[in-house]
């Protein structure tokens, strides 16, 4: 029958008749195939009525639940399994943790293994592991490196979880130490390994350490795969080699979507407008499609270029040819083109025919008119700005700044008063 629910239903009323409706396996795996099929009301119903129910039940459908993005199912299987004192495991654990961390359900996952504690799991590796994805992923990067250092042996994937949820909440520099640790440790680092660490790098700007990881790579016989090859580009796009980064591009066997744009991007950081287009035009060459994030990059090389025409080109096109609908940082792109190029009154042509433009394309639009003096239209787009988020005193700032350098100082302390009568504060600014 599949995964397709009405076939479903018709096994099931099959089972009823024949009187096979008591057979676990069979019921376990139609609930299975119910929780495939992304409908949880009917496998809930299943559940209730299997006869006997045992742990292989319940960790598949916490499992499958999980992976078909029903989190809050798996963590209904699993309270139900404590309900029916069925045996947990650490694979019950691992998925219900994993549920919750792809969630970021931190208050649910801090009850999982509370259980888990009780239940003698508590230094089970596989256990542990997960508990350490899952509190990186919640941001509670000082507990997950606590289950770290309790445990009894780390896994090259436990040092890879620790490492990435490090990158990935802006702590770089940590990344970078423990990965020394690891390597310290005699622990072997795989490719995983090297695409957090670069990323950490890119993060920093250390092209001599991003370098030496590169060295390391190339040492040691691993294969540049799309993901590492792509770390590789941004590192050394976003430490200011591009000529590098294009050298481990065009060596790739393999390139996807992600490893043309990380590419246009670092064209487009570094100003060069026409290779990043140069480079679009080749992409679709070799028939890879550009996505959303493809089209940010593009449009933002072309502003930098000062490239009015070709970003226009390119904008249309992506409509046109490509089915894509233009999101808001696709309009912050255009805005920021016409602007820096002083096409000012072109970009608030552009933004009147924008459904809806929001405080990031009016901020845009603000600086431009900053950068180029004129001074009337940033009042217009200060005031619009204000308009839409009245509760943000940063706005007021704003709008008092652009009328003290239009030279309307009524204004300004109008602006100041009606901060004082909202009770609203200017943030205060440090310096080190």
Same mark, same amino acid.
């Given at each position: 029958?599949?995964?397709?629910?009405?076939?479903?239903?018709?096994?099931?009323?099959?089972?009823?008749?024949?009187?096979?409706?008591?057979?676990?396996?069979?019921?376990?795996?139609?609930?299975?195939?119910?929780?495939?099929?992304?409908?949880?009301?009917?496998?809930?119903?299943?559940?209730?009525?299997?006869?006997?129910?045992?742990?292989?039940?319940?960790?598949?459908?916490?499992?499958?639940?999980?992976?078909?993005?029903?989190?809050?199912?798996?963590?209904?299987?699993?309270?139900?399994?404590?309900?029916?004192?069925?045996?947990?495991?650490?694979?019950?654990?691992?998925?219900?943790?994993?549920?919750?961390?792809?969630?970021?359900?931190?208050?649910?996952?801090?009850?999982?293994?509370?259980?888990?504690?009780?239940?003698?799991?508590?230094?089970?590796?596989?256990?542990?592991?997960?508990?350490?994805?899952?509190?990186?992923?919640?941001?509670?990067?000082?507990?997950?490196?606590?289950?770290?250092?309790?445990?009894?042996?780390?896994?090259?994937?436990?040092?890879?979880?620790?490492?990435?949820?490090?990158?990935?909440?802006?702590?770089a520099e940590k990344s970078v130490e423990l990965f020394n640790l690891m390597v310290e440790s005699g622990v072997e680092a795989d490719s995983?390994?090297?695409?957090?660490?670069?990323?950490?790098?890119?993060?920093?700007?250390?092209?001599?350490?991003?370098?030496?990881?590169?060295?390391?790579?190339? @040492?040691?016989?691993?294969?540049? +795969? &799309?993901?590492?090859? =792509? %770390?590789? *580009?941004?590192? #050394?796009?976003?430490? /200011?080699?591009?000529?590098?980064?294009?050298?481990?591009? @065009?060596?790739?066997?393999?390139? +996807? &979507?992600?490893?043309? =744009? %990380?590419? *246009?991007?670092? #064209?487009?950081?570094? /100003?060069?407008?026409?290779?990043?287009?140069?480079?679009?035009?080749?992409?679709?060459?070799?028939?890879?499609?550009?996505?959303?994030?493809?089209?940010?990059?593009?449009?933002?090389?072309?502003?930098?270029?000062?490239?009015?025409?070709?970003?226009?080109?390119?904008?249309?096109?992506?409509?046109?040819?490509?089915?894509?609908?233009?999101?808001?940082?696709?309009?912050?792109?255009?805005?920021?083109?016409?602007?820096?190029?002083?096409?000012?009154?072109?970009?608030?042509?552009?933004?009147?025919?924008?459904?809806?433009?929001?405080?990031?394309?009016?901020?845009?639009?603000?600086?431009?008119?900053?950068?180029?003096?004129?001074?009337?239209?940033?009042?217009?787009?200060?005031?619009?700005?204000?308009?839409?988020?009245?509760?943000?005193?940063?706005?007021?700032?704003?709008?008092?700044?652009?009328?003290?350098?239009?030279?309307?100082?009524?204004?300004?302390?109008?602006?100041?008063?009606?901060?004082?009568?909202?009770?609203?504060?200017?943030?205060?600014?440090?310096?080190?």
């Amino acid at each position: 029958a599949g995964p397709r629910l009405k076939p479903l239903r018709q096994v099931h009323a099959h089972l009823i008749v024949t009187g096979a409706y008591r057979s676990r396996s069979l019921l376990t795996k139609l609930a299975a195939l119910a929780c495939t099929a992304k409908s949880t009301s009917y496998t809930r119903k299943l559940c209730l009525f299997i006869p006997d129910p045992d742990s292989y039940l319940f960790n598949t459908l916490i499992r499958i639940s999980s992976k078909v993005g029903f989190q809050s199912d798996a963590v209904f299987f699993f309270n139900r399994m404590l309900l029916c004192l069925i045996p947990l495991s650490n694979y019950t654990f691992t998925s219900t943790i994993k549920a919750c961390a792809d969630v970021s359900a931190l208050r649910l996952g801090r009850s999982v293994h509370s259980v888990a504690l009780v239940n003698g799991f508590g230094l089970d590796s596989f256990v542990q592991a997960s508990l350490v994805a899952f509190y990186a992923k919640c941001g509670q990067l000082r507990i997950a490196r606590k289950v770290f250092d309790e445990m009894p042996q780390r896994s090259v994937i436990a040092w890879n979880t620790m490492i990435s949820g490090y990158e990935q909440n802006g702590f770089a520099e940590k990344s970078v130490e423990l990965f020394n640790l690891m390597v310290e440790s005699g622990v072997e680092a795989d490719s995983t390994t090297f695409v957090s660490v670069l990323s950490a790098c890119a993060q920093l700007g250390a092209l001599e350490l991003g370098s030496s990881v590169h060295n390391h790579v190339i @040492d040691h016989g691993f294969e540049v +795969n &799309v993901h590492l090859g =792509t %770390a590789l *580009i941004n590192m #050394y796009c976003r430490c /200011g080699n591009v000529r590098k980064a294009r050298e481990i591009f @065009d060596g790739m066997r393999d390139k +996807n &979507v992600v490893a043309w =744009t %990380a590419m *246009i991007s670092g #064209y487009g950081i570094h /100003g060069c407008g026409k290779e990043a287009v140069k480079l679009y035009h080749l992409m679709k060459t070799y028939g890879t499609l550009p996505n959303e994030v493809t089209f940010v990059s593009l449009l933002s090389a072309c502003a930098h270029a000062g490239m009015v025409n070709e970003g226009r080109e390119i904008y249309t096109s992506m409509t046109r040819d490509h089915g894509l609908v233009p999101g808001t940082e696709h309009h912050v792109c255009m805005v920021d083109l016409f602007g820096r190029a002083g096409l000012l009154k072109e970009a608030f042509d552009f933004i009147e025919e924008v459904k809806r433009p929001g405080p990031a394309i009016w901020t845009a639009i603000l600086g431009a008119c900053k950068m180029h003096k004129n001074y009337d239209l940033g009042v217009q787009a200060a005031e619009r700005l204000l308009s839409l988020d009245p509760g943000n005193s940063g706005h007021y700032v704003t709008l008092s700044n652009v009328y003290a350098l239009a030279g309307n100082m009524d204004r300004v302390e109008t602006v100041r008063n009606m901060m004082k009568k909202r009770r609203l504060k200017k943030h205060v600014g440090y310096s080190i």
